[in-house]
């Protein structure tokens, strides 16, 4: 892949317009869940989820607290879709707006063009993951100020603020990788369906049959194969113990599917007819 | 045959299926180094899908092709040699026109800011070339597509309809830069609809219909081949045909009330007026008619519909003809 080839693929990306309307999705979608658990902080205080005899003394609702509530309701379907929209437009927009020809005259590998693509999709993917951690982070710190990381899922696991930062930001780097291979599936279907909307919305649906699937018990033996099985790998990084064979193994499961999908773009992209 | 070293472009038996269309059927073409080669067909005839073979778009189903001497699968060995617009210029539309060459040039190897200045200057895009593209009118697209075309400094340009859009100023600027470059050493290929501005321009034309070549040659011997003609404006076209019929070797026609054609392999047009005048014939004006590449092109064009169909394409599905 040219420095070039992949230099040009991001000059365009970011300086497009479009490109930022997920930018605005996301700080408008934590900007609301800061106001609203501030105006109902008494619904949200994790304290009524323990059991009475419980004494939970200091703030529960912080920074780093919203930083972790935002992640599964953006990560789940919001920015897989906002994800996808852009990494579906990469190639299959280019084909419909005619570019995609001005710019495969040029003495250029195909295969280098894809790559370059792919890289933009990933860091569009990856910037708006830690856009949303960040943006969660810093109006929490201005809204709640800052305090211990309050976990509930299967019981109340506290972090203290060093500590949930950390795991924050792993969880964050996890969920950012994640988000990568949403791009992925996009940036493969758009260079198999001519139209950026297509691609785009394939990718979600197929996501969104992928979990329809790996929720019902009679498809449990096809659950480890499944790509959203393991695009919540993150989560695992707030347990209290740390399982990291569990996260090796979705990372192994993530890195196939990615595997498996650009080889299929490359193949796709290098052999079609460009003939819009 | 020209000889393979003095050709920029050489195909043999190129061909493109799509599916059970043949957009392109056993094309033979040479493109002699330094020349302007104008390339000419009626639409669907497979001159895009030729273009887009050459610049590496689309994939040959059979034949080859060589573009400065490499085969064109081996298209990117040649670097920034090959410059080309295909079809209808497309662009990025949030980037300024300078973005976009800089963009394009990068990816050939990168150009000098002076060399953008130069391109947009001669495009007449200067005054505009901050300008977001999506502001651009579809004359301004193409001059911005040639622009790009000719960046860095491309030995073979291939451009498809450059004209398509422009307005009588803007051909006559494209017609003055496209001599330009082939002055300063570049050949040209060219696809156009416009015959009057390749027999202006151009040195050597192909004609191409149902995917095969029907003709071609320099253009200069294309206008001075075919039988020259000479028309009379007469007060009495009947007697007129009588005499010019009874001339040997001279053909002859009345094309309206007045005016009668006469066309021989050699034509003495005072010889026949003076016939005229003793058979009694007023003639008040001769008009020598020369062959004109439109009729050139409209003879092969016609030639080649009328030969038997034995490798005539099938009906297109319209995936050809869109694209021409």
């Keep these: 892949m040219k420095a070039a080839v992949l230099r040009g693929e991001l000059s365009k990306l970011y300086r497009q317009r479009s490109t930022y309307a997920g930018v605005v999705v996301i700080v408008g979608l934590v900007a609301l869940v800061a106001w609203g658990s501030h105006h109902q902080r008494d619904r949200l205080d994790v304290t009524q989820a323990v059991p009475s005899e419980f004494v939970v003394a200091g703030k529960t609702i912080t920074a780093l607290f919203l930083a972790h509530a935002v992640m599964d309701p953006s990560l789940l379907v919001l920015m897989p879709l906002l994800v996808a929209v852009v ?51 810093g109006l929490g710190q201005f809204v709640f100020g800052w305090g211990d990381l309050v976990i509930l899922r299967g019981g109340l696991t506290i972090f203290d603020p060093r500590l949930g930062l950390i795991r924050l930001a792993e969880g964050y780097a996890l969920a950012a990788v994640a988000m990568g291979v949403v791009a992925t599936l996009a940036l493969a279907l758009s260079a198999i369906f001519d139209n ?81 | 045959m020209m000889a393979a070293a003095e050709a920029v472009i050489v195909t043999r038996g190129l061909s493109k299926r799509y599916g059970r269309v043949r957009a392109v059927d056993g094309l033979d073409l040479t493109v002699p180094r330094g020349s302007l080669f104008g390339f000419l067909g009626p639409n669907g005839a497979g001159k895009s899908t030729t273009i887009r073979m050459l610049t590496g778009l689309v994939r040959p189903s059979a034949g080859e ?24 210029p497309a662009f990025y ?29 001669a495009v007449g895009l200067s005054d505009v070339a901050h300008r977001a593209v999506g502001t651009f009118s579809h004359g301004m697209k193409q001059r911005l597509g040639i622009a790009q075309a000719l960046l860095p400094r491309p030995e073979l340009v291939i451009l498809d309809e450059p004209a398509s859009g422009l307005d009588p100023e803007g051909m006559a600027e494209v017609r003055e830069m496209l001599l330009g470059l082939r002055e300063r050493g570049m050949t040209v290929f060219l696809s156009s609809h416009l015959l009057a501005e390749v027999e202006q321009t151009c040195t050597h034309v192909a004609v191409v219909a149902r995917g095969q070549v029907v003709a071609q040659g320099e253009v200069g ?26 001339v040997e070797g001279v053909s002859a026609e009345a094309l309206d009330g007045r005016t009668v054609e006469a066309r021989a392999d050699r034509l003495d047009a005072a010889a026949l007026n003076e016939m005229l005048v003793r058979a009694g014939v007023r003639v008040s004006e001769i008009v020598p008619r020369r062959r004109t590449l439109e009729s050139y092109y409209l003879e092969a064009v016609h030639a080649s519909v009328t030969q038997p169909a034995a490798t005539a394409p099938e009906p297109s599905d319209g995936s050809e003809a869109s694209n021409e």
């Design chain 1, 196 to 276: 950026a909307m297509t691609a785009a919305g394939l990718a979600v649906a197929g996501l969104l049959v992928s979990s329809v699937v790996g929720a019902m018990p009679y498809f449990e033996w096809l659950r480890p194969y499944l790509l959203t099985t393991h695009l919540t790998f993150y989560r695992a990084i707030f347990d209290a113990t740390i399982d990291h064979a569990e996260l090796a193994l979705s990372a192994a499961w993530l890195a196939a599917w990615v595997v498996a999908l650009v080889a299929i773009a490359l193949v796709v992209f290098g052999r079609r007819d460009v003939t819009c």
């Design chain 2, 221 to 246: 011997e294309v206008l001075q081949g075919g039988a020259p003609g000479v028309r009379f404006v007469v007060d009495d076209p009947e007697r007129a045909l009588v005499v010019l019929h009874g």
């Design chain 2, 93 to 121: 539309r949030h980037l300024s026109a300078w973005q976009n060459l800089g963009l394009l040039a990068s990816l050939s190897g990168g150009v000098a800011r002076a060399q953008i200045a130069d391109a947009l200057e």
């Design chain 1, 87 to 137: 990494a579906g437009g990469l190639v299959a927009g280019e084909r419909q707006t005619g570019t995609l020809r001005t710019l495969l005259v040029r003495p250029v590998r195909r295969s280098g063009v894809l790559l370059a693509k792919l890289v933009a999709g990933w860091s569009y993917a990856g910037g708006l993951t830690l856009l949303l951690g960040a943006t969660a982070l």
């Design chain 2, 65 to 88: 092709a060589q573009v400065l001497g490499a085969p064109i699968a081996r298209r990117l060995a040649l670097g920034a040699r090959i410059g080309a617009l295909v079809e209808e």
